[in-house]
């Protein structure tokens, strides 16, 4: 059973598009998170929901907007997308106080 | 602000030898929690280790161990008898008892030759 589960796993889109990326966990964490990993592979930190609520919201472009219709579920919508756009997007679930993060299999998105 | 430095870009071993790799992190805090995570070619993201700030024995997962010396606000990851499956980027990661957030190093690289 896929516990971090998100998709799609490759994303390749040209400039300007909006898109997507779903999350779901089915671990029964009351919180959620989206990470960019860059080129270098670092890892970064966009966003967090506890329990639908925003928690997170570091300096990321308002083209990016995060969305959690319930605690198992953080989708991330991206308008007008941008070449400094690509990258690997993580989605990760835990309980808030200190337990390890699960981490998704990634979303690769290019922009052609 | 925390920060988790791994000076180590690359690393390799020996496939059956032991090899360390570095972690430190600055923190003004007294508890956290320090993780260690594997990533393979795949590009999942494994936990491999953690560890308690408040615990003073390291923690030890099979072949994967940690040194974690708190006064030093150092964080590092010994895997013994080397396999070609660990071969991977590694990432330190740190967090807070009330934050939610993971503070990732800048990871490791490890080859594991044959």
């Known amino acids: 059973d896929t516990a971090v589960s998100q998709t799609p796993k490759y994303l390749v889109t040209q400039m300007g598009n909006d898109k997507s990326i779903k999350c779901e966990q089915n671990l029964g964490h009351d919180t959620m998170y989206w990470y960019k990993q860059d080129s270098k592979k670092f890892l970064k930190i966009m966003f967090s929901y506890n329990n639908k609520e925003l928690i997170i919201n570091e300096t990321v472009p308002n083209r990016f907007s995060p969305k959690s219709p319930d605690k198992a579920h953080l989708n991330l919508h991206i308008n007008s997308l941008e070449l400094g756009d690509s990258a690997v997007y993580f989605c990760?679930?835990?309980?808030?106080?200190?337990?390890?993060?699960?981490f998704g299999d990634g979303t690769r998105l290019s922009i052609l | 602000a925390q920060t988790v430095t791994q000076s180590q870009p690359e690393m390799s071993v020996q496939e059956a030898e032991t090899v360390t790799l570095s972690c430190t992190y600055d923190?003004?805090?007294?508890?956290?929690?320090l993780f260690w995570y594997k990533q393979p070619p795949s590009r999942q993201m494994i936990l491999v280790i953690r560890?308690?700030?408040?615990?003073?024995q390291n923690a030890t997962e099979n072949r994967f161990s940690v040194n974690f010396q708190k006064a030093a606000k150092s964080f590092s990851l010994k895997i013994s008898d080397s396999q070609l499956g660990d071969a991977a980027m590694y990432f330190c990661?740190?967090?807070?008892?009330?934050?939610?957030?993971?503070?990732f190093g800048e990871g490791t690289q490890l080859t594991v030759n044959p």
């Open positions: 990760a679930s835990s309980h808030l106080r200190g337990q390890p993060q699960h």
């Open positions: 923190t003004s805090e007294s508890d956290y929690y």
């Open positions: 990661a740190y967090r807070s008892p009330e934050g939610a957030r993971l503070t």
């Open positions: 560890q308690e700030a408040y615990k003073q």
